[in-house]
C-alpha cells in the first residue's frame, strides 16, 4: 500500500512531483537476483563479490612472437656476432607440454605461449635470423608452410634480459582478489574480464519485465483507417520503446477500450508476465475513466497491500497519476494520463526511476543540469505548479520546442530536454537559468 | 578492396591510425534500407522524408472532462447565478456520431473526444455542480456507476469564452507538413510521433549483424576447466557484448581452433548472417597465426574486390590489424588482435565506427574531450606509435588505470576512458593536458 497516510490527507490536495515519486521508490523494490549466462548478464547489475579463482596471465607467458632462450646463451649478441642456437621445437599459445630448452638451444615461441622449461626470456622474432639464415627477420612463416622452422638453426642478433617479453603469471590479476565488486554494472570490458576468469555465469538482478498497455475506445492501430472521432495509438508504442530504452523487456499489449471489465481481465492476464505494469489513460476525472474504476478491484481483494490509488500532482503536463501494487505478487502499476505528451513526461519522471529502481542500478534519473533560456518571450508557468517544458539543449543554452499545450507531440519528437519550471515561479525571462532534464 | 596503393607502400611500412579507420570507413557502406514495424525501428535511422497525413489533433477536442456549451449560455454565470442548462447526453472519446448542442443545452464531454456539433466552448466539471445539483462537482462520477449524469440539469458556476479548453484541429501538426527527416533516428518520442500520425511501419535502415569469432587453440570456454598452457576465451563474449552496445545484433561464434582450414570453413559458414565479421587472433607475426593464413583464400577468389590484407599500425596497443571484404558480397571483415585489451581498443576505435557506418547513423565515434592527467609518474609512450592508456575521467581529470601492458584486462574493466598520447610525444608529466575517448 502507498503511504498515504503521511501524504495530502484530502482527496482534493494536490500531491508533489516529490512526494509522488518518493511513495514509488519507497514501494518498488529490486528484483530478485538470477544466475544468468554471461551475454545475457550485460547491462545488469551483479549482486555478488565476484573473486579471481585463477591467477591472470596462469602461466608465465610470451608478449612476442620470437624464441625462448637462456639469457647466457645470448649474452654479447649482436648483427656482426650473432648467437647460434639449436631450435628444438615449436611452443604453440595452448602448447600443454613444451619442449625443454637446455644450453645453447632455443624453442620457436608464439605469443601468449607458455615459457617452456629451461628459458629464461624471449627474444623477438625481429631480432633473429627466423631460422631462415638470410639475416634479419621480419615475421615468421606460416607454420603449415614451413614445418622446417620449428628445427634447424636460428641465429639471435641481440643480447636479452631475464624474463624480457615475458608476462608473468599473475601479473594482471592475482587468485584470490576481488575482480569486481557487487553492484557493478556489467558492461563489455567486466563481461571480457569475468570470462577471462572463467565465470559462464553470474549472479545478477535481471531486467524488468514491463507491460504496457493503454486504454481508450478511441484509439485505432496505426496503419489503420481513422473513422470519425478516433485517433492514432501512439502511447503503447511511445512507452514501449521507452521502457526498453530504460533497460526493460517490454511489451506493448496494445489499446484497450473504454470497459472496465476489458481492462480488468487483461490486466489481470497480463499479471503473469509483469514485475511492472503501465497504463495510459482513463486516469482524470471523467466520466469514463475506466483505469480509475477497473483498478479498484484489480486481482485478490483478500490479499493485503494491494489496490491502485489515483492522484493530481502540482504538475503540468502530467497532473492525473495513479500508482499502486496489484495482484498476489503485488506488481507496481504506474497509471499514466492518457495525453501523449503527459504520458511520455510521466514516463521520464516515474517509470523510468521505478524500472532502474527494479534492476537495483543507483543512478535512477536521467542528469539534470542549469542552462540559459534562449528564448524570444518569457516562458509563462501557472503558481503552484511544476512545469515541464520540451526545449533543445546546447552548450549552456536551451530553447523552448513547441508550446506548453501537452498534446504537442510533434514537438516533443523535436526536443532532447525538460526544462523544469518550479512550483513558485511563474514567469522565467529570456536569459534567466533554468533547470533542464537531458533526455540523452 | 582497401585502397593500399595510396596507402604505406612496403610491407613493413606502418599505416597510422586514421589510415587504417579512412580505409574503414571508405569500404563500409550503410546497409540497403527495410520496412519496419514501428517497435523493430527502435534506435534505427529513418531513411525516408516522413510527411503528416491528417492533421493531429484530427478533430476539435476538449482538453477537459466537463460540458460542451454555447458561449451565449454561460455568459454572467455565477456562483450566486448559475446558468441551468438541459443535458443531452455524453460525448465520450472515440464517439463517432456526438449529440448536437442547441440553446439552452450542454454535453456532458470527456477529454479528447470531438467538440459536438453546435457546441462553442467547454466549460470544466470545476466550474460546475456535475449534475448532481449539490454545488461545485470536484471530478464526474464513472459513467458505469452514474448513467443519470448524461441527463438532467447541470448548474454552471462560470462563463467560458469560445473555444475555451478545445484543442484547434491541427493544432499540434498540420496534414502535408514534415514530421520527421530522414536521417533521424528513432528514439521513444519520434516513434509516438509516427504513431500518432498513423505509420504502422516506417523504412530504415536496419541493425547489421556481427559474427563474432576469436581464434586461438589456447582458448577454453569460460565455466570449463583448464589444462596447462590454456586461457579462458574473453575476447568473443567482450565483442559480442562490445557490437551490441554499439547498436548490432551480434552473433557469439565462440572460439576456433589454430587450424587455418576449420577457420576457413567457419567463416565461409558464418557469411550467409554477417553483414560485418570481426575475428580475434592469429593476425601477428606468429607461425600459428591462421587467421593470416585462412584469410588469404575465403570465399570465391574469382569475385572481384575480395580480400583481407594484414597492416601493422603505429599504435599500442593494437599494432596487427587486418581489414578487408570477404565473400560474395564482400561482407566486411576486421581482424583483431588475440589480446584482450588489445582487441578491445581495437574494436572502440574501428569495429565501433563501422557498425554505426552499417547504421547509416552519422555521429561514427565515442565523444573525446580533454582532460589533466591526475597521475603519480609521467606516462611513457614509445615514440612514432599513438598508445591507449586505460583510464577513469572525471570532472576535467583522468587517472591512469593499470599499465600500458596490453593483458592487463581487470584494469580494463574499471577504466572508462581512453587515454590517448599521440605519436610524437613520448611522455606527459603530471598535470598535463591529454585527450581523452569517453567509453560511456
Partial sequence: MSSAAT???GPDDLWSVDEHLDDILATVRPLEPIELQLL????????????????????DNSSMDGYAVRVADVAGASEEFPAALEVVGDVAAGAADPVRVGPGQAARIMTGAPLPPGAE??????WTDGG????PASGMRARSLAPEGA??????????????HVRAEGSDVRAGELALEAGTVLGAPQIALL????????????????????TGSELVQPGEQLAPGQIYD?????????????????????????DAETLRTTIEDQLIRADLMVTTGGVSVGAYDVVKEALSSVGDEDEAGGGVEFRRLAMQPGKPQGFGTIG???????????NPVSSYVSFELFVRPAIRALMGLTGLHRPRTRATLKADAALRSPRGRRQFLRGRYADGEVTPVGGAGSHLIAALAKADALIVVPEDTESVEPGGEVEVVLLG
Wanted: proline share 11%; charged share 20%; with cysteine.
Fill in 7 to 9: 501524504r495530502p490527507a
Fill in 40 to 59: 545475457d548478464a550485460q547491462g545488469c547489475v551483479l549482486v555478488e563479490n565476484v573473486t579471481v579463482p585463477v591467477s591472470l596471465p596462469p602461466f
Fill in 121 to 126: 626470456t624471449v627474444v623477438p622474432v625481429e
Fill in 132 to 135: 631462415l639464415g638470410e639475416g
Fill in 151 to 164: 628445427e634447424g638453426q636460428v641465429h639471435v642478433y641481440r643480447p636479452a634480459e631475464a624474463r624480457a
Fill in 195 to 214: 570470462a577471462a576468469i572463467g565465470r559462464g555465469t553470474v549472479r545478477v538482478r535481471p531486467r524488468p519485465r514491463v507491460v504496457v498497455l493503454s
Fill in 234 to 258: 501512439s502511447n503503447s508504442f511511445a512507452l514501449t520503446a521507452a521502457a526498453r530504452d530504460a533497460g526493460a523487456i517490454a511489451y506493448r499489449v496494445g489499446a484497450v477500450a473504454d
Fill in 328 to 338: 498476489p505478487d503485488h506488481t507496481p502499476l504506474l497509471a499514466l494520463p492518457g
